[in-house]
């Protein structure tokens, strides 16, 4: 792996947690269509339930683990600076809603691996040639006690996710800012700084020693 894909800059993230972030996307819409149109598919004979399950906790395996890699990312990588006019209040209600988004996706795959295991059944692996192990032994009244919440915490996550993207198109099409392009894979090039123009009303003597200042001295001067 590149050490440029670790490295954030002023205007993007790090391309590994860019990558994580798309992966989760394409993840967590497999998910919804898997388990929001199972029983449309089903009854209308397109594919069998048990295709249409494995497609959903497959995925949700594949996302909770992600999750974690997202956020061991975060939180060793660094953290870029807030956007320009971005206020207090705005910035702490942007850390909620992301923190509140891990919380809803760990807790929604975790209680799906429990709720596979409470009906009797493992999660294999057979790419890699292993199964998850089993967090609860089979258990009927778990299952039903479980099923429930566990649609309420996947409602939940996907109300946030609504909302978080409104706010990104909003900052997008509104503002006019970079929060949506800093999840860019295009790297953002910093706008070149202003020539100088006016140098021929410098006399010699001042040129030399604009010559010598850095740029960011000159843009300070």
Same mark, same amino acid.
């Given at each position: ?24 996307? $394409? !993840?967590? *819409?497999?998910?919804? %269509? &898997? =388990?929001?149109?199972?029983?449309? /598919? ?25 999750? $974690? !890699?997202? *956020?061991?990312?975060? %939180? &060793? =990588?660094?953290?870029?600076?807030? /956007? ?25 795959? $975790? !209680? ?5 295991? &409470? ?33 309420? !915490? ?68």
């Amino acid at each position: 792996m590149s050490p440029s894909a670790l490295v954030a800059t002023s205007h993007s993230y790090p391309r590994l947690q860019i990558l994580f972030h798309w992966l989760s996307v $394409l !993840l967590m *819409a497999s998910l919804a %269509l &898997a =388990g929001g149109l199972r029983h449309v /598919l089903v009854k209308h004979a397109s594919i069998e339930m048990r295709s249409v399950m494995i497609v959903h906790i497959g995925c949700g395996m594949a996302l909770l683990f992600l999750t $974690l !890699l997202r *956020a061991a990312a975060r %939180l &060793a =990588g660094p953290a870029l600076p807030p /956007l320009a006019g971005s206020g207090r209040a705005q910035r702490a209600c942007a850390h909620a809603a992301h923190l509140a988004i891990y919380a809803l996706i760990l807790a929604s795959c $975790l !209680l799906g691996w429990i709720i596979v295991n &409470a009906k009797g059944l493992a999660i294999p692996m057979p790419l890699l040639g292993f199964e998850f192990p089993r967090l609860v032994a089979a258990d009927p009244a778990l299952v039903v006690a479980t099923v429930r919440l566990h649609d309420w !915490l996947g409602w939940a996550c996907y109300s946030l996710l609504a909302v978080h993207i409104a706010a990104a198109i909003w900052h997008h099409v509104a503002l006019k800012d970079d929060t949506l392009r800093r999840m860019s894979w295009r790297r953002r090039v910093p706008d070149p700084a202003p020539a100088v123009t006016d140098c021929h009303r410098c006399s010699p003597d001042t040129e030399a020693q604009n010559e010598s200042l850095t740029p960011s001295d000159r843009l300070a001067s």
